[in-house]
């Protein structure tokens, strides 16, 4: 199954980074020195690697990490069949369920494909090539990757849309703001990687035929949690509907301005890590949405926020990935199952699951705190064993019909007879 993932251009100039290849054996060498790219080379090692079958154990990053994302080039493999272990440790034990499934491709990121089996054995989780690779470079990723260049081409194919401006802290190209960067924040990632200034995108989504004065506000975003890629093209997803000539769509159009944050984290995101960002490593982003953020990325998007929406907003979605299931809203209300986005979701999509969460000073928490929102929330999305790029933007179209039962039933109140 190959699926099609575009090589992205930019909005910015192309971001410079250093394309070495560190050699680990004889013949086998890693790279992961690209947007978004994640291995610890050093940790890397290599069995057999002058036959036919290597045996290959990759080194996992402690950057608040629970083991699971990498996304790396291997080369030295034409002919090869490798096999791939991870070591099972700490939270990678939830993390590397026995249905999970790697993603490989043969043209540097244009396409990826399933591996056809992963699982766990003697303390690792597991798995192979299906036959021997017939190129020398091939690479591998944890999940279907959305790199920040990515998040950049997509806004920028929104461009032409007549339904899409900038938010009001944006230029013309939705560009927010910069990260701090190396550059500004003298600091590095955890491989000593210099860490570009990375843009801060916001864009907005209504008609403007029908005044802002009868509509809500709406907030989503992104890439809070770096590694969590799902979130990514479910968003994406959602996007592309809500511009779309969908009667729904128009009717979300007419009731909101949905505001779109889609990379909050993008310096994570470029340096491969898990949960945090290179500025403040040791702090979880979803737990940073307070008055005095650790990191510059989240003190800059809290601003823009908060004047674009007037400090405002109805609904605020936060779009994350989970280890295991499906897709769940989690929230910290005992009733959120009972809320109209999640039956209007759950109208479309029957096995939506409902998990209560009260994690501190998460973006849901922020979006109730400061913008009194009446619906907030984080939709989780599984890393779902051979879904297609499709798959996902189906769930955020889905996604979309519960922001609408959300809008009707914040707008017009309780149906009576």
Known sequence: MNLKIRKPGLLIPTLAVCLA???????????????????????????????DEPVITLGRRDVMSSGRWFYFDINGVEGKRPTFR????????????????????????????????????????????????GQDTVRIAYALPYPVARTLEHARSLFDSEWVTPVPDANRYFLID?????ENGGYRDDLGREIPRLPLIGFRITDSAVANGEKVNVVLTSGTHASEVTAHHVLEGKVNFLISGDPAAAEIRRRAVVHVYPQVNPE???????????EAP???????????????????????ITKDTGGKAA?????????????EIWDEREDGAEQPYFLAFREARPDLGFRLSRNPNNVRQWGRKTLGA????????????????????????????????????????????
């Open 374 to 417: 009446v619906e907030a929330f984080t939709l989780e999305i599984a890393f779902i064993p051979d879904w297609t790029e499709s798959d996902y933007h189906e769930l955020g179209r889905d996604s979309a019909l519960g922001l609408l039962g959300a809008l009707q039933a914040i707008q017009d109140g309780p149906e009576t007879d």
């Open 268 to 278: 994570g995101r470029w340096a491969g890590y898990m949960r945090t960002a290179p």
């Open 21 to 51: 290849h560190v050699a680990v054996a004889a013949s086998i060498s890693f790279n992961q020195d690209f947007d978004s790219g994640s291995l610890n080379i050093e940790a890397t090692t290599v069995e057999k690697a002058d036959s």
């Open 178 to 182: 910069f990260t701090p960067g190396t």
């Open 315 to 327: 609904v605020v979605v936060d779009y994350h990935s989970m280890r295991g299931g499906k897709y």
């Open 86 to 133: 991870v070591e099972l440790a700490g939270n990678a034990t939830r993390a590397h369920l026995a249905a999970h499934r790697y993603v490989y491709s043969l043209d540097g990121g244009e396409t990826f494909a399933y591996f056809g089996n992963g699982g766990r054995a003697d303390g690792h989780y597991v798995f192979t090539a299906d036959e021997p690779f």
């Open 282 to 304: 040791r702090v979880n982003v979803n737990r940073d949405w307070h008055d005095d953020p650790a990191h510059t990325q989240v003190r800059r998007m809290i601003e823009a």
